[in-house]
């Protein structure tokens, strides 16, 4: 006997699909309480680190540093009030002079006397080159203990077309960065060849306090640098118009010294010399660790036996901003910051590279001095997903979310390292409950 026939099938074909779909409900009601399920374990995550960062890692305030912590933001807006009065005055200065159709700034430098600026490469340039060279070259090799990485990138930008300009950049933590620097990357040769040897840029307050010390800096290559003068100053002009030659110009881009090791931020003064050149300059990066302790804060002499790395990088480029900038219309300011940027950027991430750390432990006033620590906050992320999936934890205020019932565990827990979900969750500006 079949067991199907014409009674039996109807109601068969019933019951199969009253089955179908209460299977299909139950694993659509599965999949919406996996869904809520992961939003509220997010939401945990985001409330734990946000009462995490909020409470647990704000650095405390010395009430006795009062006075002094608004000293500092007066001095700072002071600077800030100071630079911006100077840009305008720049930008009057280039607009009264376009209009009243006065010579360039580079043709004021080369109408004015080039032997009292730059000095001539004869026998007393030769002779202060290879001696500051040769005695620079043998602290580095003999009486210190000096590792280049790198080297060949800096080899090459030596051997670089005639007439292409080459800038290096590195950081800068001590007076004597350059020469001693500067002299391990080139061949003992070139210290012989005063064509072939760096300009930089110092302070008129440093290097050309007096006559004796002017004639022998100009010797050395030097140009000279009036703090608070702006990008228009003629030190500027002048290493733009060496530049401009396929000459080699080396520039610190912090600006000044690093009094804690690590790399500040890359002033626009390199990006407007980058900007000026009529032809993309080869720029060279290059980073150092160890010479803080060669001279030492307060220090005249430099000390021995010291050991010194050097990493060199592969030249920067900045043709594709330049392309930008005539493309959009770019104005100078913001061109001369991209470059800047990006040439900070670089710096960073070989000084990083070098002293094997993090990027966010080698720049200056980077990130907070704790970071969180994913496994440190796993019990306080369960303990807030238990609280947010009671039924009745439905507030959008944080405070009734067992938070306070956290603080004391999560002020035990020492953060070490950043977790992954801690900058998507830490963006959120609320963290209320669904």
């Excluded at 026998?123 to 000096?146: C, D, E, H, P």
């Excluded at 002009?237 to 881009?253: E, I, N, T, Y």
């Excluded at 500040?264 to 990066?285: E, F, H, M, Y």
């Amino acid at each position: 006997m079949p067991l199907l026939n014409s009674s039996t099938t109807p109601h068969l074909a019933a019951a199969s699909v009253r089955g179908y779909r209460e299977l299909l409900r139950k694993f659509n009601r599965d999949q919406a309480e996996d869904i809520k399920s992961g939003a509220l374990l997010q939401q945990a995550k985001c409330r734990v680190l946000h009462y995490k960062r909020s409470k647990q890692l704000k650095e405390p305030h010395d009430p006795r540093r009062a006075f002094s912590r608004l000293l500092d933001r007066v001095l700072k807006v002071k600077e800030d009030l100071s630079q911006l009065k100077e840009d305008k005055k720049e930008l009057l200065r280039a607009t009264y002079a376009a209009v009243r159709g006065d010579i360039t700034p580079d043709a004021a430098v080369s109408a004015s006397s080039e032997d009292a600026l730059f000095g001539r490469d004869g026998a007393f340039r030769t002779l202060v080159l290879a001696g500051v060279g040769a005695a620079s070259k043998a602290f580095m090799q003999i009486l210190s203990r000096t590792e280049i990485e790198g080297g060949h990138h800096m080899q090459a930008a030596l051997q670089r077309p005639p007439g292409q300009a080459l800038i290096t950049v590195s950081n800068h933590v001590a007076a004597l960065d350059d020469p001693l620097l500067t002299a391990a990357l080139v061949p003992a040769g070139a210290l012989l060849q005063p064509s072939a040897l760096r300009w930089t840029l110092c302070a008129t307050d440093r290097c050309f306090t007096s006559k004796a010390a002017t004639t022998f800096f100009r010797a050395a290559k030097v140009l000279p640098i009036d703090r608070g003068q702006g990008l228009q100053q003629q030190g500027m002009q002048a290493a733009q118009q060496r530049l401009s030659r396929g000459d080699w110009v080396h520039v610190f881009p912090e600006g000044t010294r690093s009094l804690t090791g690590r790399t500040g931020q890359a002033k626009r003064g390199v990006g407007r010399l980058i900007a000026a050149c009529d032809t993309p300059p080869l720029v060279v990066p290059f980073v150092h660790s160890g010479m803080e302790q060669v001279l030492p804060k307060g220090s005249a002499v430099p000390k021995p036996g010291q050991s010194i790395r050097v990493l060199v990088g592969e030249p920067i480029a900045v043709a594709d901003l330049q392309r930008t900038a005539a493309a959009e219309q770019w104005p100078e300011h913001v061109l001369y910051a991209a470059i800047a940027d990006r040439i900070g950027h670089s710096l960073h991430a070989l000084k990083a590279r070098l002293e094997g750390v993090p990027v966010s432990e080698v720049v200056q006033g980077a990130t907070p001095k704790q970071m969180l620590q994913e496994e440190s906050l796993l019990p306080l992320v369960e303990q807030e997903y238990i609280a947010l999936s009671h039924p009745l934890s439905r507030s959008t205020t944080p405070q009734l979310c067992n938070l306070s019932a956290i603080s004391s565990r999560a002020a035990q827990h020492v953060p070490a390292q950043p977790f992954t979900w801690a900058s998507q969750c830490y963006q959120q500006p609320s963290m209320s409950a669904a």
